[in-house]
DNA sequence: CTCAGAACTGAAACTATTTTCAGGATACGG
DNA sequence: CCGTATCCTGAAAATAGTTTCAGTTCTGAG
């Protein structure tokens, strides 16, 4: 069936995208790598920017799927520290698990691209905006802070500081999931304890 | 003479880049942009890479020589505080002059490449760890911290991050400059009094 | 002035990639 | 079976961009 094919054709321009960046997303690759004639891919999605609109919305998705999991897992009768909800949310962009990484290379691409590409732009920003809200719900949560809506821009954007130098091999994701608990110590959100 | 022309062409390059990004860097338009042939680019810097690697060094130096001379500024009968001196440093990135936003996207383009090119890597990892020394330094000098070096990798890392948002529009130079100076005060190396 | 070498031009050749399209395969209701 | 609508192929055309190069202009020393 189509749609089985059109999934496996997304899910391919996501392994493209984890490789090489926008940049690097090539049509020929994309219908190489999912095992498909490259004509297809106009048949399915048009042309190249449609093919890409589509892969990146799918990487949107997933993320926000991931974000709201993250938010529903908690079970009901044993409840986690709100702090660390948050270490976990913000945590989360980090891993060495395929999936994880690929998601935050495209995510990392779609920031830099978003800076000359305004529809780009405002897709990012939402996405954004709804992580970050997320995390401001938890830091009101677990503490009183004196300026919670400050300490959430500052924790998620120093995740998406610690993302690029993750993914350019300039810390390790422990050492970048370290960083975000220090921040996290330092404003108050968690506590020293191990 | 050439060394002029020569001038011309690399910031002419900066314009390209700092319009389109590194996806958006091509000779025909850097040599509209500068005022000469298409030609002329490959008689002085061989190839598209060639002169793409001259422009990227001398945003480099371009920054390197703003870094110094913010140090340098500092007069010795007047020592401003160490923290402040650290915010301006840190600060120093954002700013809606249009060299500072040139340099800032220049830099945000060769983090996102860098992810995919092993020699960019190396470059950005290079010039990463100078200033975030420099942070270290300071942080040193600003107060006893306990841990220097990941306050000086979470600052270095939410200027980055903060960066992304202020160049694709999801915050202002001010609100990423007070986004810093919270970090800072939450890391207790800025004191609340303006 | 004149010549050599450096600076410079722009069109043509080349390369890489996307888009189109004529037609082949496949599924499926009648 | 048959017809047809959908899915799919891959080669050819179109497009976008870089590199080359034969030739022109400029510059400065002799």
Redesign the pocket.
């Known amino acids: 069936?189509?749609?089985?094919?059109?999934e496996r054709i997304i899910e391919a321009c996501e392994r493209v995208i984890a490789r090489g960046g926008l940049r690097g997303?090539?049509?020929?690759?994309v219908?190489h790598e999912a095992?498909?004639?490259?004509?297809?891919?106009?048949?399915?999605f048009?042309?190249?920017?449609g093919?890409l609109q589509a892969a990146l919305d799918h990487v949107n998705e997933s993320a926000a799927r991931r974000s709201e999991q993250g938010a529903a897992r908690e079970p009901a009768d044993e409840p986690r520290p709100p702090g660390e909800r948050l270490a976990d949310l913000l945590c989360s962009e980090f891993g060495d698990e395929p999936q994880v990484r690929a998601g935050s290379i495209a995510w990392n691409e779609l920031r830099a691209a978003a800076v000359f590409d305004p529809d780009r732009a405002a897709a990012v920003t939402r996405a954004t905006a709804d992580w970050q809200s997320e995390v401001r719900r938890l830091i009101g949560e677990a503490a009183h802070h004196a300026e919670p809506d400050t300490a959430a821009l500052v924790l998620t954007a120093l995740v998406e500081g610690l993302s690029g130098r993750w993914l350019t091999g300039q810390t390790t994701a422990h050492e970048a999931q370290e960083a975000v608990r220090a921040a996290l110590r330092g404003l108050g959100l968690l506590t020293t304890s191990l």
Not at 1 to 6: I, V
Not at 35 to 44: F, M, Q
């Open positions: 069936m189509a749609s089985e094919t059109r997303f090539r049509m020929g690759d219908a095992g498909v004639s490259i004509g297809l891919l106009s048949y399915h048009g042309d190249r920017d093919l």
